[in-house]
């Protein structure tokens, strides 16, 4: 006897509406939820009438077609106003996106059962068999949105249902149209060879008399498998083992299960506000893949750094430009080369009105932290060195002085053993073109690093520029989000790697 196991095609709205917004709320009036549970939830879009409620299934593997998770956190460019989507819907611990399928390479697939690449089935250019058996296939669908997938099923030896959700709801909602135009032909050609095709919003087939009392049956669900944002696939025993359950239904996989993910994640609530502080504080364009990994895993660290980042602005002893600017230098240098950052805040910078040229200007800066090395490693060769420049090498100095309106000892010990490196860079790089005020400019490239002397210096120039002590800390404050950096980074790596074991865990569980 073969396993029987019950799937919904779309989780559909809530039981709970009031988490709705009100015009929503008064639109769902007059529905009604369903009562219990299937055994397969397959759910087509991150739109509100389609996503449920995904904490009912506080056990289950959500898989999500692949750009799902940018809809859901705002970052990407593909929503509208009109459309409602909720940063922490999903578990990020408990997700996993589905790989690209126009790139399709090995590096962006996921492992085990869905480490299969996309592939063409009939009509249809790509697909992904389920369970490996001919019997489900997960169905790229463009044009509706990014990672919207329907789903074709086998229901006997010789006959199929091709489940087309959203594929073709309503034109004005399309992402895509040129895409979701072939979507839609591909499908008519299902249809013509005799498979049966429901839309999420069928009026045609909901008004046929034939279909009517051809939904689920209320049951008891042993196991729950998420299909689509949900687009995805989850599974999950709510029996609570962590094997394969013996109960009927729950013995296709075999997936860890989560029982208390409250130390990991708060409120949607707490989310939407620490979400909404952001934007207000940072501006929404500087939430880059980071920021947005740190609120799923851990709001209360999220919510630290964004209280340690706001800092500058709420004192403001530098103006938007120079703090955007001085950032810069700091996550431009060398040592750190922070590309998310540079991105936000040349992005931040061009919004305060500053040119390209000054931009430029600020990398020089940042350059220059390469003569710090010749600086430290010099110095225990020229000990013995002695006797006084030469013609070359105090025209140089006079030329350096003129131009930076300094001289430091530390600029001798280097310029006597071979002053090439530096003969470029002090006659075509002036530093007076004028992007950040000297008090500003003479601090920031030293802070990735830590070259005391160089710092020491570089203050004391500062102060002597007319900067205060408060502006002088304000840049140091801006350095020390650096650190932040670490946790950004760390974050979209434990997402990946966290989705991918969850994937190989629960495709191993596979008959």
């Known amino acids: 006897m073969g396993i029987t196991t019950r799937i919904v095609f779309d989780l559909g709205v809530r039981q709970d509406t009031s988490r709705y917004s009100e015009p929503i709320r008064c639109h769902l009036d ?10 397969v939830v397959k759910s087509l879009a991150v739109h509100w009438d389609h996503v449920g409620e ?21 970052i990407g460019s593909s929503w509208g106003s009109h459309s409602f989507f909720e940063a922490d819907l999903l578990d990020p611990m408990r997700t996993v996106q589905l790989s690209d399928p126009k790139t399709n390479t090995a590096a962006d697939r996921a492992p085990g059962g869905l480490s299969q690449p996309w592939k063409p089935f009939d009509s249809l250019p790509a697909t992904l068999d389920l369970f490996g058996d001919d019997s489900i296939y997960i169905v790229d669908a463009p044009g509706h949105l990014p990672g919207h997938i329907n789903l074709l099923v086998r229901v006997s030896h010789d006959q199929w249902v091709y489940l087309a959700g959203d594929a073709c709801h309503d034109r004005r909602i399309m992402r895509d149209l040129e895409e979701a135009e072939k979507a839609i032909q591909r499908i008519r050609n299902l249809e013509a060879k005799g498979i049966k095709v429901i839309f999420a919003h069928d009026v045609e087939w909901e008004g046929d008399s034939r279909n009517q009392g051809r939904s689920w049956s209320p049951q008891l669900c042993p196991c729950v498998l998420i299909l689509h944002i949900c687009w995805g696939l989850g599974v999950a025993c709510p029996c609570g083992s962590t094997r394969a359950c013996s109960k009927p239904g729950c013995t296709r996989f075999s997936t860890p299960i989560v029982r208390d993910t409250s130390s990991m994640m708060a409120s949607m609530e707490e989310k939407s506000d620490l979400r909404q502080q952001f934007d207000s504080q940072l501006g929404r364009e500087a939430l880059h893949s980071g920021w947005a990994s740190l609120l799923s895993l851990n709001p209360q660290f999220f919510c630290a750094s964004l209280s340690l980042a706001t800092v500058p602005r709420r004192k403001a002893h530098l103006s938007l430009k120079e703090q955007a600017l001085v950032a810069l230098a700091v996550d431009s240098a060398a040592t750190h080369l922070y590309a998310p950052g540079i991105r936000t805040h040349v992005s931040a910078a061009l ?32 000990e013995d060195a002695t006797g006084p420049f030469d013609e070359r090498q105090e025209e140089l100095k006079r030329e350096f002085a003129e131009k930076r309106g300094y001289w430091h000892g530390f600029w001798e010990d280097f310029l006597r053993l071979d002053p090439e490196p530096d003969v470029p860079w002090t006659r075509v790089i002036d530093g007076k073109q004028g992007a950040l005020e000297p008090k500003s400019w003479f601090i920031a490239p030293l802070m990735p690093h830590l070259y005391v002397p160089g710092l020491k210096l570089y203050m004391k120039n500062a102060l002597g520029y007319g900067a205060t002590p408060q502006q002088i800390l304000e840049v140091l404050e801006i350095a020390t989000l650096l650190g932040l950096y670490m946790a950004h980074v760390a974050s979209s790596i434990i997402e990946e790697l966290t989705s991918a074991h969850l994937v190989l865990v629960a495709s191993e569980g596979q008959h």
């Open 30 to 39: 007059t529905r009604q939820p369903l009562s219990s549970e299937p055994d």
């Open 54 to 74: 995904p904490g009912d299934f506080p056990s289950s593997v959500f898989i999500v077609g692949h750009g799902s998770l940018d809809i859901l956190r705002g």
């Open 351 to 382: 919004k305060e009105g500053t040119s390209v040229y000054e931009v430029l200007e600020v990398l020089e800066l940042s350059s220059t932290l390469r003569i710090h090395a010749c600086n430290i490693g010099g110095k225990p060769h020229d």
